[in-house]
């Protein structure tokens, strides 16, 4: 199925920037950032103007970065593509950040930003902590990091095995996870980790690299430690390291329990001894793995039918998307692993990146990333840049949200017994991912209050993290890849500290769904107008728009670990 794309319509702020600007090089930049410096303010409505201007100039950047990044990750073999990216990187953005940071502070300092209608209150917050804490020194530093990260990036993306006598991707290994035959899963899953392990000390030295580069950043802007400066960075107004530190200890006690709880269970089924790591994906009643579609077309096609039926608008802006220009969904070699949603904000149109290989797990990212899509169209007409995102532990509750909401229309996809297995497995996975999350945020805790650890101090402090938060699983004769389970998670070398916010995010999605247990339209129609705020507002009035608290404390997660524990109850295993 293919439509017309509906990516069309919207009333930029500005038409000064030219609509087919180059933004490829400084040069062509250098003249519009130059306007923008030498303006006189002698009003609110001059003020005003600039800001409109300069937000649709942060826009072509904004999208020449963008497709420059999709570009890379879908072919990380492609030199011209990653020069490209790295060229851009380095020769034009740093020149970038030193003009809008002389904006902020003509905006941020102008005797009529007090004047300014109550709209900016958000936008003057953020830019005043961007003030606080630039410093020029950084600018290298974080050009440096981007590089290193890349190379991660090129390292992952060049993975696969062979295995049975082909050669596959790691996305494409995970289905034999799914195997009935325990012998299949643990060749799968030890083939796999092997590889993993042959670059293992590549990634402890990139890391070392971003850790050390983060703490001079750090250090450059007074800060003791890169973990306090990077709270504030991620401009964290709402809650405090403190408060993650709390959001740990309520895992700790409500959830892990519960999630051990299901591993003796998985554990018995399977009729185990013990559970050990390729024991994890099977299907307790030694059924085949579900496969809700055949290929990345099918996917979509299928996805676009639930989500018309769970909202007719969500669903015609999935069905947009399908024009050819804003998916690439199928695994295959050179592809960067994960996925992601990237809204081109010039044309505001959004691109979805993954690694589908027919999997139950690739419809779950599908309609996660769907639901970052929804937010980006739902916020399009916001003529600010700035509020055309929004904060990330609201920005995952819009994708994780769509996780759940479409559980009642996964016959799409499915009979209803597969259905209902796919809605248990659905909520035994996030069981699974709220310690996991715990797990990744408190080790950076650890990493970047440690400044001068080993590699084999990290080792240590990872594995009692892994003791606190991790699965019942037997680990004999797996010790290495045990040791390195913390370096399959890609954040922790590209966007350190962004991952606590999908605990938090969890935690309002699960609140909408337990609305929709009881009125479908009740969570819907807030969670829309959530969503059409983009990033206007604090989140804790984003979480109450969208008829949710904004709230990670123990008493909200053990509540939500007895909806969900009496739901799983209530379907079979």
Request: with cysteine; hydrophobic share 40%.
């Amino acid at each position: 199925m293919t439509t017309a794309s509906p990516f069309v319509g919207f009333s930029p702020a500005s038409d000064w920037v030219p609509a087919h600007l180059d933004a490829s090089r400084w040069t062509n930049l250098e003249p519009l950032f130059n306007d923008l410096r030498g303006r006189v303010i002698d009003s609110a409505a001059t003020l005003e103007r600039l800001i409109m201007d300069r937000s649709e100039l942060d826009a072509a950047v904004a999208e020449h970065l963008a497709n420059l990044y999709i570009a890379t990750t879908r072919d990380t073999g492609d030199t011209a593509r990653k020069d490209a990216y790295l060229g851009f990187v380095r020769e034009v953005l740093p020149h970038a950040k030193r003009a809008g940071a002389e904006l902020d502070r003509l905006i941020a300092e102008s005797a009529f930003a007090a004047e300014l209608p109550g709209h900016f209150e958000v936008y003057l917050r953020s830019m005043r902590r961007e003030i606080e804490l630039y410093r020029e020194a950084n600018i290298a530093l974080q050009t440096e990091a981007a590089e290193a990260d890349q190379k991660v990036n090129q390292v992952m993306g060049a993975w696969s095995v062979t295995f049975d006598g082909r050669e596959h991707t790691l996305q494409h290994m995970a289905k034999y996870q799914e195997s009935t035959d325990r012998d299949i899963r643990e060749r799968a899953w030890r083939a796999v980790s092997k590889r993993r392990i042959q670059d293992r000390a590549t990634l402890d030295s990139s890391y070392d690299a971003l850790i050390g580069l983060r703490q001079r950043m750090a250090h450059n802007a007074g800060y003791e430690n890169f973990r306090d400066f990077q709270h504030q960075n991620m401009q964290r107004f709402d809650y405090s390291v403190d408060d993650c530190l709390e959001f740990h200890d309520a895992i700790a006690t409500h959830v892990v329990p519960l999630r051990r709880e299901l591993d003796a269970q998985r554990s018995n089924l399977l009729k185990l001894d013990a559970l050990r790591p390729w024991d994890l994906q099977v299907d307790v009643c030694g059924r085949d793995a579900l496969v809700p579609f055949s290929d990345g077309q099918d996917l979509v096609e299928r996805s676009v039918r639930a989500c018309q039926r769970l909202d007719p608008e969500l669903g015609e802006i999935l069905a947009g998307l399908n024009d050819g220009h804003c998916l690439d969904l199928d695994s295959r070699k050179g592809k960067a692993p994960g996925g992601y949603q990237y809204q081109r904000q010039r044309t505001r149109r959004p691109f979805i990146f993954m690694n589908a290989s027919s999997q139950q797990r690739d419809l779950t990212t599908m309609v996660h990333e769907a639901g970052h899509a929804f937010h980006s169209q739902l916020s399009r007409q916001e003529p600010l840049l700035a509020y055309r995102e929004s904060p990330i532990e609201f920005a995952e509750v819009a994708s994780m949200s769509m996780e759940l909401l479409v559980l009642p229309y996964l016959d799409e996809f499915y009979s209803e017994d597969h259905a209902n297995r796919h809605r248990r497995g659905q909520l035994e996975r996030i069981i699974d991912v709220l310690p996991w999350v715990a797990a990744i945020d408190c080790f950076q805790h650890w990493i970047y209050t440690h400044e001068g650890h080993t590699t084999a101090s990290r080792t240590r402090a990872w594995l009692d993290i892994d003791r606190r938060f991790g699965s019942a699983v037997d680990w004999s004769d797996c010790t290495e890849a045990r040791d390195t389970q913390w370096q399959r998670q890609g954040h922790l070398y590209g966007s350190p500290f962004y991952y606590i916010e999908y605990g938090i995010a969890q935690l309002g999605a699960l609140q909408l769904w337990a609305i929709a247990q009881q009125d479908e339209r009740a969570a819907i129609d807030p969670y829309k107008a959530a969503l059409s705020l983009g990033g206007s507002r604090p989140l804790p009035e984003l979480f109450a728009a969208a008829g949710i608290e904004f709230s990670f404390s123990a008493a909200m997660i053990g509540r939500l670990m007895s909806v969900v524990r009496e739901e799983l109850a209530s379907l079979p295993a």
